[in-house]
């Protein structure tokens, strides 16, 4: 039995039906000051681009949004899609996050473009997108920026990230974040922390495996001595099961509409209760639904422990998506309770 559960936000900046994106990025901020509050260890911010459900397009602007009206809690990327961009600007823009805000920054980095290829084709132009060979080499160039320690052989090793002279503790904890053996390698061979994407809901089946395969292979390094995993869960927590599956089916027709290309924003459960799915579609969301921690806050609670037994770490993060906002709230608080994370 895995220990005391330590639990993280992972928040997509998701949209409501018929609402703004600067309602939702003020839904972001209002969560992380209450789920601070709550015993929630770190709060990390995901990137999309070109997606109707999302608006979380800059995490590097909301990490300053939210470390300043935050006092204690970590919050990070989850994450920068480090393929986009340039490892030294990406390296400047977190060394002055850590500059503001020392030891409260993680930047946790990704290889997936978070959008189409049409919208990763526009965020490079007028130059062509980054080969996705060239990541491992970005990666590490961005360690070497962040830390100021690039090998002297390397074209850029005279040129210093600002700002200079980070405080103690200013340098970001850096996570590799994935759902394929590929990240994990990586992560491993680099001697880095993992984030496992679980709420992805894709090949989760292979989720164990994947990280079992990074303990395995994990090699002590300068930025870490042991395997250090994280694993982010989709859960919706109400006060009795018929609410919680209410509230989830707004998540779960979300969901639907977005892989068939037909998101528009989080529908409200009425909408969501209402819609009359297609046999292959009702299929596909029986399956999805397993794969989510719904329900009372002890089923919930069982949920959490069961995964975390499952990938042999307490640490997880939770995803929340729902239609109303104190609902998405109340949710984080009854898991808060539940769980026994608050100090």
Same mark, same amino acid.
């Given at each position: 039995?895995?220990?005391?559960?330590?639990?993280?936000v992972?928040d *997509?900046s998701p949209m409501r *039906?018929g609402e703004?994106?600067?309602?939702a990025l003020r839904?972001?901020?209002e &969560?992380a @000051?209450a789920t601070e509050?709550m015993? #929630?260890?770190?709060y990390?911010?995901?990137?999309h681009?070109s997606?109707p459900?999302f608006a979380g397009?800059?995490?590097?602007v &909301?990490? =300053?949004?939210? !470390?300043?009206?935050t006092?204690?809690i970590?919050?990070g990327?989850?994450?920068?899609?480090?393929s986009?961009?340039?490892s030294f600007?990406v390296?400047e823009n977190?060394?002055?996050l850590?500059?503001?805000?020392?030891g409260r920054?993680?930047?946790?980095?990704?290889?997936a473009?978070?959008?189409? +290829?049409?919208t990763? !084709?526009?965020?490079s132009?007028?130059?062509r997108p980054?080969?996705?060979?060239?990541y491992?080499?970005?990666v590490?160039?961005?360690l070497?920026?962040?830390?100021?320690?690039?090998e002297?052989?390397?074209p850029?090793s005279?040129?210093?990230?600002?700002p200079?002279?980070?405080q103690?503790? =200013?340098v970001?904890? $850096?996570w590799l974040l994935g759902?394929r053996y590929?990240?994990?390698?990586?992560? !491993?061979?680099?001697?880095?922390?993992?984030a496992?994407?679980?709420?992805?809901?894709?090949?989760?089946?292979e989720?164990?495996a994947i990280v079992e395969? #990074?303990? %395995?292979?994990f090699k002590?390094?300068a930025?870490l001595?042991e395997?250090k995993?994280? $694993?982010g869960?989709? @859960?919706?927590?109400a006060d009795?099961?018929?609410?919680?599956?209410r509230l989830?089916s707004?998540?779960n027709?979300?969901?639907?509409?977005s892989?068939t290309g037909?998101a528009e924003?989080v529908?409200?459960p009425?909408?969501a209760?209402?819609y %009359?799915y *297609?046999?292959?579609?009702?299929?596909?969301? +029986?399956?999805? +639904?397993?794969?989510c921690?719904?329900?009372?806050?002890q *089923?919930v609670k069982?949920k959490?422990?069961?995964?975390?037994?499952l #990938?042999?770490t307490?640490d &997880?993060?939770?995803v929340?998506i729902?239609?109303?906002f104190?609902?998405?709230?109340?949710?984080?608080?009854? @898991?808060a309770e !539940?769980?026994?994370?608050r100090?």
């Amino acid at each position: 039995m895995v220990q005391k559960l330590m639990l993280s936000v992972v928040d *997509q900046s998701p949209m409501r *039906q018929g609402e703004t994106a600067a309602d939702a990025l003020r839904d972001t901020i209002e &969560l992380a @000051v209450a789920t601070e509050s709550m015993g #929630y260890q770190r709060y990390w911010l995901a990137e999309h681009h070109s997606l109707p459900n999302f608006a979380g397009t800059s995490p590097e602007v &909301l990490i =300053g949004l939210v !470390a300043a009206r935050t006092k204690t809690i970590n919050v990070g990327s989850g994450g920068i899609m480090l393929s986009h961009y340039s490892s030294f600007k990406v390296a400047e823009n977190f060394r002055m996050l850590a500059a503001l805000y020392p030891g409260r920054i993680d930047l946790g980095v990704g290889r997936a473009p978070g959008s189409d +290829q049409m919208t990763m !084709a526009a965020l490079s132009y007028p130059n062509r997108p980054h080969d996705i060979t060239h990541y491992p080499r970005q990666v590490s160039d961005l360690l070497g920026h962040l830390r100021g320690d690039l090998e002297v052989e390397h074209p850029f090793s005279g040129i210093q990230a600002g700002p200079d002279d980070p405080q103690p503790g =200013g340098v970001p904890e $850096v996570w590799l974040l994935g759902s394929r053996y590929e990240s994990c390698m990586m992560a !491993a061979q680099m001697g880095l922390p993992f984030a496992y994407a679980h709420f992805f809901g894709l090949g989760v089946e292979e989720g164990p495996a994947i990280v079992e395969n #990074y303990i %395995k292979n994990f090699k002590p390094s300068a930025y870490l001595s042991e395997p250090k995993i994280n $694993v982010g869960v989709q @859960v919706l927590c109400a006060d009795t099961e018929e609410e919680a599956s209410r509230l989830a089916s707004s998540r779960n027709l979300a969901r639907l509409f977005s892989i068939t290309g037909r998101a528009e924003g989080v529908p409200s459960p009425e909408v969501a209760q209402a819609y %009359k799915y *297609q046999p292959n579609e009702w299929a596909f969301m +029986q399956q999805y +639904q397993r794969l989510c921690a719904d329900g009372t806050p002890q *089923q919930v609670k069982e949920k959490l422990e069961e995964i975390a037994e499952l #990938y042999q770490t307490p640490d &997880l993060s939770v995803v929340t998506i729902c239609h109303g906002f104190e609902d998405r709230v109340r949710s984080y608080e009854l @898991v808060a309770e !539940a769980c026994g994370i608050r100090d």
